[in-house]
């Protein structure tokens, strides 16, 4: 059976200091019985709220990596130096990424492959924009990027990582998609890695929903069959609303 997974995206937010004291209330407030937590800190941050975490029930990862293991590439990190910082996870495909920034799937792909290959757990994100969605061309999206993001990996790789549908469209707006909408999205993306990587792959994948996920609807989105998990973004910057999404409640 696969455990839940709780991932927490701070973005460019907190501090040092604000970083290591959330993390430290979260912790502090995680029972034996919660969900598998990760929190994913600005790289300012990541030594020193791992430092922090050592022993505690929060994994930590990076917001984001280069595929090269070093190398003039000013701005960047690398697996390895995440990997230093103590890092278990990094964040891949973040929509953020693709659409500010400008990232394609070949780049994403590029990542993965460079994660795996450096000890760390890919959490790759995919998902539509509003004209996608409106044009009915979200499986159609979100098959290419799923396929293209996995295809260089073996299937004991694949069910090692864990995929994130973020619809774009329901990212930071309050939107966030109806149960149905997440789970035929999520269903499908299960379907697409049994028939690229094999059923075994398809069923260990952790498949995580984000998009404005809140204390108030984490219930709904966790009862779902192929909803191993969300990916949250505003409301884990608060210790409290973050512990009910943990606890599956409002």
Known sequence: MRKQLIAGNWKMYKTI???????REIADGLRPAD????????????????????GAAVE????????AREGAFTGEVS?????????THVL????????V????DELIAKKVRAALDGGLVPVVCVGETLPEREGRRTLEVVERQVERALRPLSADEVGRLAVAYEPVWAIGTGQVATPEQAQEVHAFIRGRIAVSHG???????RLL???????????GLLALQDVDGVLVGGACWARASFLKIVRGRG
């Open 209 to 219: 929903y984000g998009g404005s996920v809140k204390p108030d609807n984490i219930a």
């Open 35 to 54: 969900p598998e937590v990760i929190v994913f800190p600005p790289a300012t941050a990541l030594a020193a709220v791992s430092a922090a975490m050592k």
């Open 92 to 99: 891949l495909g973040h929509s953020e990424r693709r659409h």
């Open 17 to 23: 200091s604000a970083g290591v004291a959330l993390a």
């Open 199 to 205: 059923e075994p792959a398809g069923g260990a994948t």
């Open 60 to 67: 930590v990862g990076g917001q984001n990596m280069h595929f």
């Open 101 to 104: 920034f400008g990232e394609d």
């Open 79 to 87: 697996a390895l130096m995440l990997k230093d910082a103590g890092c």
